[in-house]
């Protein structure tokens, strides 16, 4: 397999607060992955995939929810429809995530 296309995000968060943008595509393989660009406040920003849809084989989709920030891996892989990137501050701090799609075929 190789990439096919690749697609980057990005968006910024501030506040005691989890911030998420859902990105919406047909059902394809995908790798995401989030990184935490930068941030401001001097305490504890977080980016991660809070969550995607899987494509099953039946044709349904499947949520994979992966609960809050502690547990929000930096990137997956799996046939997807929906994914959806999240950035974690705390009070008074600011985040600024970059999140990549690659699509595989």
């Known amino acids: 397999m ?7 995000h ?18 394809t393989q995908v790798m995401v992955q989030a ?7 001097g305490g504890l920003n977080i980016a991660g995939i809070k969550g995607f849809r899987r494509r099953l084989p039946s044709g349904a989709d499947e949520d ?3 609960g809050e920030w ?3 891996p930096a990137a997956a892989f799996d046939r997807m429809t929906s994914v959806t990137f999240a950035l974690a501050c705390g009070s008074h701090q600011q985040a600024w995530g970059v999140f990549r799609i690659d699509v595989w075929g």
């Open 64 to 66: 994979v929810d992966f």
């Open 2 to 8: 190789t990439i096919k296309d690749i697609g980057l």
């Open 10 to 27: 990005w968006f910024s968060g501030y506040g005691d607060a989890n911030h998420t943008r859902a990105v919406n595509f047909p059902p």
């Open 70 to 72: 502690p547990s929000w």
């Open 35 to 41: 990184y935490l660009r930068g941030a401001a406040g």
